[in-house]
């Protein structure tokens, strides 16, 4: 079965200051790996995919197969980041999760000025 | 731009009714889901439908029916509703198309059942 694990609920920094939320997960194969924000009052959008290896409003995600994780990254946080950030998991087209995804439970991230 | 819209913000339910959430998505997208979004838990996979009427049971199916009779709409059933059923619900689309598995979010519609 996949599963993905956000071990931390709450994550609190200071303006400024480097922020990693982390994401471990569990997949027989080789997996999609996503993560979603969901601001104040808006809807759940799409942060960034692993497969794109992109950077997003400063963020970025490295896939580390070999520890399972896919832990998301900034040097310099700001207080706009502050919101619900979720990391999922997908399986590879072919397979059985192909199109489903599986959501970790999530880490609000509060950036104080 | 993808929109996902549902039928209500916030609905307040007895225990016992029947409850239809609904979905519309205007991008003519082939696949819907719903999901339950809880504190501590993440969102939940309840069901999801990969065309028109198809579906499939998701993780966490029990209590919850659905269905898919046009392309662009897809609703949640609440067969008799339950306390334990109070959540936030959101329905997500995306296209089959390709290798982009970036599912677009409906606002949500938060229920409580009293």
């Known amino acids: 079965a996949q599963r993905v694990t956000q071990p931390e609920k709450l994550l609190s920094v200071f303006k400024g200051a480097p922020v990693e939320l982390k994401c471990n997960y569990s997949?027989?194969?080789?997996?999609?790996l996503f993560w979603y924000v969901q601001y104040s009052r808006q809807r759940l959008q799409l942060l960034l995919r692993?497969?794109s290896r992109e950077s997003i409003k400063g963020f970025t995600a490295d896939l580390n197969k070999g520890e399972t994780s896919f832990h998301l990254k900034k040097p310099f946080a700001q207080e706009e980041d502050s919101a619900m950030y979720y990391c999922?998991?997908?399986?590879?087209?072919?397979?059985?999760?192909?199109?489903?995804?599986?959501f970790g439970q999530g880490t609000i991230l509060t950036v104080h000025p | 731009d993808v929109k996902v819209t549902q039928s209500s913000r916030y609905l307040v339910k007895r225990t016992g009714e029947k409850v239809f959430l609904e979905c519309v998505q205007d991008?003519?997208?082939?696949?819907m889901f719903w999901y339950r979004q809880d504190p501590g838990l993440g969102l939940r996979l309840i069901y999801f439908?990969?065309?028109?009427?198809?579906?499939e049971k998701g993780d966490i199916p029990e209590g919850y029916s659905v269905s898919r009779e046009k392309k662009e709409r897809f609703s949640l059933i609440l067969e008799s509703a339950s306390t334990n059923q109070t959540s936030m619900y959101l329905c997500?689309?995306?296209?089959?198309?390709?290798?982009?598995?970036?599912?677009?979010f409906g606002p949500g519609t938060r229920l409580t059942v009293t």
């Open positions: 997500a689309s995306r296209t089959r198309a390709g290798e982009f598995y970036e599912q677009y």
């Open positions: 997949y027989s194969g080789s997996p999609e």
């Open positions: 692993h497969i």
């Open positions: 999922a998991l997908s399986g590879r087209p072919g397979g059985t999760s192909y199109g489903k995804l599986t």
């Open positions: 991008m003519d997208h082939e696949n």
């Open positions: 439908s990969y065309d028109v009427k198809m579906k």
